[in-house]
């Protein structure tokens, strides 16, 4: 692989047989979606590949996504992320709670291998798209950070009526940010973000499972206050916490005991932060990274 100085260009000398140039192009502090915009014009290739800054891919990363672009029909694929083994305790405890089905549900398959199929919503961690595909639409358009790739995934899906394929063989290593403080600033902006395009992209954000943690809040908050006022109430809503609390503890268990109480802690704290911001994005009129 050739050097290449900060501005992109290529300094002297040849790619080593079986390699490919590779070119840095500075974009300044600018949000990732107008960088992946920006990285479209350069691009020369037929598949263009997203993988974060702190993802790193299998060897056959690329090999296995495009073979899924034998059907013309399909625009995009994506792939699990899974949590690296060399990351700290607080990395994998934030990995497991991402991974439980308790947080995941039905979307565990994006942090686990699960079964080839057929997705209308995916990260953009690891997705790979037809440059065609990204040029119709314009690229990304959009400022939202994190939910660019939400909208993406609408405009493909519900414009273009294409289809985007999950690949469990399309798979990377994501580092996770360390349990508690930076993951649950990141689960924050998810729900907050979710909880707006709930209202503004309803095809594929309003739907039930988002809702749930902000169900929990307000049943242990309006539960807390009728408690108050009723014995029978409090011992109702005693013990429909206390079954809440053993299922978490359920889906906390690892074989790493040091995991289980961060896990457990995790998981709740994931439920309410994010049930709390999807509310407060559910209510905004407009959120301030749309243009």
Not at 49 to 73: M, Q, R
Not at 139 to 158: A, M, Q, R, V, Y
Not at 199 to 219: A, C, E, G, I, W
Request: glycine share 8%; net charge positive; charged share 20%.
């Amino acid at each position: 692989m050739p050097d290449f100085d900060v501005k992109g260009q290529q300094k002297q000398g040849l790619s080593p047989k079986g390699t490919v140039p590779v070119f840095v192009i500075p974009s300044g502090p600018i949000n990732p979606a107008a960088k992946r915009d920006m990285a479209l014009k350069h691009a020369k290739g037929e598949i263009i590949a997203f993988i974060d800054d702190d993802a790193y891919p299998e060897p056959d990363w690329l090999k296995n996504a495009v073979i899924n672009f034998s059907d013309p029909g399909v625009a995009a694929v994506g792939g699990p992320a899974v949590t690296p083994d060399s990351d700290s305790l607080t990395q994998k405890a934030s990995g497991a709670v991402y991974a439980s089905f308790l947080v995941g549900g039905n979307y565990t398959y994006r942090y686990i291998p699960g079964k080839r199929m057929e997705v209308d919503d995916f990260p953009s961690c690891n997705f790979i798209v037809r440059k065609s595909v990204m040029l119709e639409l314009g690229g990304f358009n959009t400022s939202f950070w994190p939910g660019e790739d939400t909208k993406l995934c609408l405009d493909i899906t519900k414009v273009l009526n294409k289809k985007i394929i999950y690949d469990p063989k399309v798979l990377v290593y994501h580092h996770r940010r360390t349990l508690f403080g930076a993951h649950l600033k990141q689960i924050a902006s998810y729900g907050l973000h979710r909880g707006y395009f709930a209202k503004r992209f309803p095809q594929t954000s309003l739907r039930l499972p988002y809702f749930l943690p902000s169900f929990l809040v307000l049943f242990v908050a309006a539960g807390a206050f009728l408690s108050i006022f009723s014995i029978q109430l409090g011992a109702l809503y005693g013990f429909t916490l206390s079954l809440y609390l053993l299922l978490v503890f359920i889906f906390s268990f690892s074989r790493d005991l040091s995991l289980t109480p961060l896990v457990f802690l995790g998981i709740i704290s994931t439920h309410f932060i994010y049930g709390i911001y999807f509310l407060k994005g559910l209510l905004l009129n407009k959120l301030k990274e749309e243009k």
